[in-house]
């Protein structure tokens, strides 16, 4: 099947917007907006961003939201603008925030009051010229909104207080909006979407994703799954953060192609209230990861509900372990179909087929993807033996912004590439990730890198040293240990105490081992695969 991949994501999700005006596209806390809600308000927002800013088409904004409806109507209206979109994780600190701010040369910042008081700390030492703050209910029905605002504010005290030298409200950013946006002609090799991900640095670098990666992507996914992904009759549930470009593909792109219907979760980690929001919803299709599904198995009340509508579950961003996978398809009486996908590829590589999961693979590439493994002098391997893996197809991205030097290593001129992981390609396209090659920790699908954490713990006066390494836990694939050399009396919980100032959570060392010295190559590298290799091969940290 041919597609035309040289759209832009608006020209496609104009389309959408069209096709399925009355259909519903999100819902969350008990609220849906349709497509026709998602045009009418994006296209608000976008003559917002042209009457009264001074952004400029190509000009980067940062979107730092949780799962709420406010996510596709501020980037649908960015994208619509002719900006760049900066996803930008909510769970972030004011310095992790900073970095991405500053290495995106972001202009400006739409970010959930919730959480708001972390980018004001910093947003001086940035670019960002226009700052727009949503409350959680803005989109909710005038009484729901107001009611449940004042609750998250006054009663249950989850806003602080925080101030910006130019800041509104999102709310009345869309009322001062004057008729209509004016549309921005950008091309499908022009950048719709920075993605930053981790390196072997530890600096966090953006990928730059084209319009093309985007919808070659969603076409590549959407024929891949066809007859599983059904046309206006599915009905997603989305707990994994749409700023992820795992779950911004699955349930922007693909999902609202197809005029299709999310339930947005804006908490997963609250399972109780998860599980609530579930109760009585006919959905059809499940996207997740290895921990979320261990966790809601060993709930009792998820066990309960009706899973008569459940069609598909997909599983991305980790591993996917056997004993989930049984457990999962025992409680819901559905198998799960795991995939393989990195940032830097928009990120879907390859999926189990429809009528073909093989457990324990990550499935067969996409349509007009092609794999192949390489050893250490960059000799492709034959079927069968374990190499790098690398990758070739339209979703492979442009290239690291700002960053020539690592697009240069990872990237070769005719458009392969190396993604750090070790593989097997079967005999029939199958494929095996059996190793990383690089040091990445994987803990519940995002990625943690020794570098950033070993830097910041180096910070402390009394540590001398410190190396950071992932060991097995069967919930989350892997937690971060930190192995520290330490010139005072530290304790275990003052490292982690530390940590949790500057770090998001799941970087913050979950076990803290002592030693008199770390162990060094001849040239005084800290050998972190000896420190690996001392753990158990399997268990929990």
């Not at 001074?54 to 649908?76: S, T």
């Not at 442009?398 to 990872?410: D, V």
């Amino acid at each position: 099947m041919k597609h035309d991949y040289d759209r832009t994501v608006v020209s496609v999700l104009d389309g959408a917007l069209k096709e399925f005006s009355q259909s519903r596209a999100f819902t969350c806390l008990g609220h849906t907006l349709t497509y026709r809600d998602i045009d009418r308000l994006s296209s608000q927002f976008a003559a917002y961003l042209q009457q009264q800013t001074r952004l400029q088409p190509g000009d980067r904004i940062a979107i730092q939201l949780p799962n709420v409806l406010q996510y596709p109507v501020v980037l649908l209206g960015a994208l619509r603008a002719g900006l760049v979109v900066v996803n930008t994780n909510p769970l972030y600190t004011a310095r992790e925030v900073k970095h991405q701010l500053q290495d995106s040369g972001a202009k400006a910042l739409v970010v959930l009051a919730n959480i708001a008081d972390r980018s004001a700390s910093i947003i001086e030492e940035t670019d960002v010229e226009q700052v727009i703050v949503t409350e959680l209910a803005d989109l909710h029905p005038p009484v729901k909104r107001v009611l449940l605002n004042a609750v998250i504010k006054y009663i249950k005290k989850m806003v602080p207080k925080a101030s910006f030298p130019n800041a509104i409200g999102l709310r009345e950013a869309l009322g001062s909006a004057k008729g209509q946006y004016q549309p921005v002609d950008r091309s499908a090799q022009d950048v719709a979407v920075l993605q930053y991900t981790g390196g072997t640095t530890g600096v966090a670098k953006g990928a730059m994703l084209t319009n093309r990666n985007l919808v070659a992507n969603m076409y590549q996914v959407n024929e891949h799954m066809e007859g599983q992904f059904r046309v206006n009759q599915e009905f997603y549930v989305a707990p994994l953060p749409l700023y992820h470009i795992y779950a911004f593909t699955l349930h922007i792109t693909s999902a609202m192609s197809l005029g299709n219907h999310n339930l947005l979760i804006p908490n997963p980690r609250d399972i109780k209230g998860f599980v609530k929001s579930l109760k009585g919803q006919p959905f059809t299709c499940f996207v997740g990861l290895n921990t979320l599904f261990n966790a809601l198995c060993r709930n009792p009340d998820f066990r309960a509900l009706d899973f008569s509508h459940l069609r598909l579950t997909a599983s991305g961003g980790m591993a996917l372990t056997a004993a989930a996978a049984k457990r999962w398809k025992e409680v819901t009486g559905v198998p799960i179909y795991e995939g393989y996908g990195l940032t830097e590829t928009s990120p879907v590589v390859s999926i189990n087929p429809p009528g073909g999961i093989r457990e324990g693979t990550v499935g067969v590439p996409l349509p007009e993807t092609e794999c192949r493994v390489i050893d250490d002098e960059g000799n492709v391997l034959p079927q069968g033996e374990s190499g790098e893996l690398c990758v070739h197809g339209p979703q492979v991205m442009k290239g690291y912004w700002n960053r020539p030097e690592e697009t240069e290593a990872s990237l070769s001129e005719d458009g392969w590439f190396k993604t750090g992981d070790m593989a097997i390609i079967e005999q029939d396209g199958y494929i095996r990730i059996v190793d990383r090659k690089k040091d990445m920790i994987n803990v519940s699908g995002f990625k943690v890198f020794p570098n950033e954490v070993e830097d910041v713990l180096c910070t402390h006066p009394d540590i001398v040293e410190a190396a950071v390494v992932g060991v097995p836990d069967e919930e989350s694939g892997e937690l971060v240990k930190a192995y520290i050399v330490t010139s005072g009396a530290l304790t275990e919980e003052a490292v982690r105490a530390f940590a949790k100032e500057n770090l998001t959570a799941y970087k913050v060392p979950h076990a803290v081992e002592f030693r008199d010295e770390l162990p060094k190559s001849n040239v005084g590298k800290v050998l972190r695969r000896e420190l690996r290799d001392e753990e158990p091969a399997s268990g929990s940290a």
